[in-house]
């Protein structure tokens, strides 16, 4: 069974960081079947920072220049290091894999920026 385990949410406030980890059951075998996405209250799943099929890191619009994307292939692990945080950064974030074509969700995190 494919399992995805998000880590690290929480309450913080605006300007402050925060790091998120994701440990998949699955060898990571590209770069680019990994990402984080999220989805605040009212609104649709976007998608926070990826890789490009080169293996270079990608990033939303949003939040390019203050978040950084980064795996560990030897522990199947991927982090967000959240930096800057905004109010608007409030959302769940979910870890996704995809694996033969098939797309895989983690639980989700919370995260919750406010003063």
């Known amino acids: 069974q494919v399992q995805l385990v998000e880590s690290g949410g929480g309450l913080v406030q605006p300007g402050e960081s925060l790091r998120l980890s994701c440990a998949a059951s699955?060898?990571?075998?590209?770069?680019?079947?990994m990402g984080w996405y999220r989805q605040g209250a009212g609104k649709e799943r976007e998608l926070v920072a990826g890789?490009?099929?080169?293996?270079?890191?990608s990033y939303g619009d949003s939040v390019r220049g203050r978040f950084t994307i980064s795996g560990d292939y030897a522990k199947n692990t991927v982090d967000l290091q959240m930096n800057g945080l905004k109010p608007e950064d409030t959302a769940v974030y979910y870890c996704?894999?995809?694996?033969?074509?098939?797309?895989?969700w983690g639980q989700g995190t919370q995260v919750t920026v406010a003063s």
């Open positions: 890789f490009t099929s080169g293996g270079a890191t």
């Open positions: 699955r060898t990571i075998f590209r770069a680019s079947n």
């Open positions: 996704h894999q995809r694996i033969r074509g098939m797309d895989y």
